[in-house]
């Protein structure tokens, strides 16, 4: 499992922040290696209406572990094991 602290800007009106605004955003990616993750994270932001992003921070879990309860804790964490992603947006920086 991927996970990486994003920001993106919008190509439209989102809830609290304007077109071109730069929106922080966490996002989980379950992948074998980094640079695909990396590129999936692009893909699903660029998918959702977000350009100009950039990747600021990388971290792997191994999936070895990812227990039961931090799966019970980290409610985005199990959805993406669960779909293969998860992006979650932050209000600010």
């Known amino acids: 499992m ?3 602290s994003a920001s993106a800007k919008s190509k439209k009106e989102q809830p609290g922040f304007k077109i071109g605004d730069s929106i922080p ?3 989980y990616i379950d992948f074998k290696d980094m640079f695909g993750a990396e590129k999936l994270a692009q893909i699903f932001l ?3 209406g977000f350009h100009d ?3 600021e921070k990388r971290k792997l879990i191994p ?3 990812l227990d039961a ?3 019970k804790n980290d409610k985005a964490l199990a ?3 669960d779909s293969g992603y998860m992006i979650q947006m932050f209000d600010a920086h």
């Open 79 to 81: 959805e993406a094991l």
């Open 2 to 4: 991927f996970i990486f």
């Open 53 to 55: 992003i950039h990747i």
């Open 25 to 27: 955003f966490i996002v």
């Open 69 to 71: 309860e931090m799966l």
């Open 63 to 65: 999936n070895e572990k």
């Open 46 to 48: 660029f998918k959702e």
